[in-house]
């Protein structure tokens, strides 16, 4: 069963990390997990000393589809106010933790909706939930509202209008997730416009499950600035070239990559190919909880297989952050002095 390194370089631990690219569904600690079944009266298939590997990926997962089977068992707890608070507070503790400034961190609200909890609801818990981690340890958190593949396409388009409305109270992106090889994103294009027309960034889960023909479709058709994962942009020179050309920066999560299988193995990730293209690439996490890491062993799994120095590991948290949802120029600013300082400190 692969996972990335539990060892952390000194170096890696205290560099102030950008993470764009983490799922609250795949963040659950499984403590909480149990706490809020208990407490919603939950009946679980499995004992309390089964809830790790209940919520990690074990290795028999043959695909993405396995993979998101697996966050999904957090959905039954999840269809609640506090729920949601808590959960996206411990996510952004979590992240802060792992030295980590600035977090976008994504959820999809519409799993969470439920009779007697519409969507705004849930946006609203979790935004909630963002806040209280921010003035507690400092860092800053965002949040990207992902709309589902295989969701029906009426609901995202009434999503992209309700994360539209909360532009101003930290909801800074759209995103598209989920099944990619089974539902296109030409679904729901429209969603996608809707969002982008009023003023959200634009993120794209694409070439993970299916081809690059869909990284392809992303950054011209849907007018996406940042790629989710993309890795199979590799096997398209063409895409390749778009992507350097039009500065598309891709967000990159190796080890989840190794367990949804859209890698054969670590070695054969195509993390330092993109790298040294010239490709913009961020490093995040994805679902930290089912695959059993953070971003700080994403760096040094980097830095182990791939050779990556400490220096270029700094340059990649720059590029997250120039590729960040961030429109306040000031905090942008703060938060690129505060991933520099970290040199100066070393002289
Ligand atoms: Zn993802």
Not at 319 to 343: G, H, T, V, W
Request: hydrophobic share 40%.
């Amino acid at each position: 069963m692969f996972s990335a390194p539990n060892v952390i370089p000194e170096e890696i631990a205290v560099l102030p990390k950008v993470n764009l690219h983490t799922h609250l569904e795949g963040s659950v600690r499984p403590e909480t997990f149990w706490e809020l079944c208990r407490e919603q009266k939950l009946q679980l298939p499995f004992e309390r000393s089964d809830v790790v590997r209940a919520l990690q990926v074990t290795g028999e997962e043959r695909n993405l589809v396995d993979y998101l089977e697996k966050i999904a068992r957090v959905y039954p707890a999840l269809k609640n106010a506090q729920a949601l608070h808590r959960t996206a507070y411990e996510a952004a503790i979590d992240a802060a933790h792992d030295r980590v400034i600035y977090l976008e961190l994504r959820a999809g609200p519409m799993t969470h909706a439920c009779p007697g909890l519409p969507v705004e609801k849930v946006i609203e818990a979790m935004l909630l939930g963002l806040r209280r981690a921010e003035s507690e340890t400092g860092i800053v958190c965002r949040l990207i509202v992902a709309a589902l593949r295989n969701h029906p396409v009426a609901d995202n388009l009434h999503l992209a209008k309700v994360a539209v409305e909360f532009g101003n109270e930290g909801v800074v992106g759209f995103d598209l997730a989920g099944d990619e090889a089974n539902f296109p994103a030409q679904l729901h294009a429209e969603a996608i416009e809707i969002a982008r027309r009023g003023g959200l960034g634009i993120t794209i889960h694409a070439g993970e499950a299916a081809g690059p023909e869909n990284v392809r479709y992303a950054v011209m058709e849907l007018g996406t600035k940042r790629v989710g994962h993309g890795i199979r942009s590799v096997e398209d020179a063409g895409v390749m070239e778009l992507l350097a050309e039009k500065s598309i920066l891709l967000e990159l999560c190796p080890t989840s990559n190794v367990h949804t299988k859209a890698v054969g193995d670590i070695r054969s990730h195509p993390v330092r190919r993109f790298f040294d293209y010239g490709i913009r690439i961020a490093i995040g996490d994805d679902d930290p909880i089912t695959s059993n890491t953070r971003l700080s062993r994403e760096l040094t799994l980097l830095q182990e297989q791939f050779g990556f120095s400490i220096q270029e590991l700094q340059r990649i948290q720059k590029m997250a952050l120039e590729a960040a949802f961030i429109s306040d120029k000031a905090l942008r600013e703060r938060l690129y002095q505060q991933i520099c300082a970290i040199d100066s400190s070393k002289e």
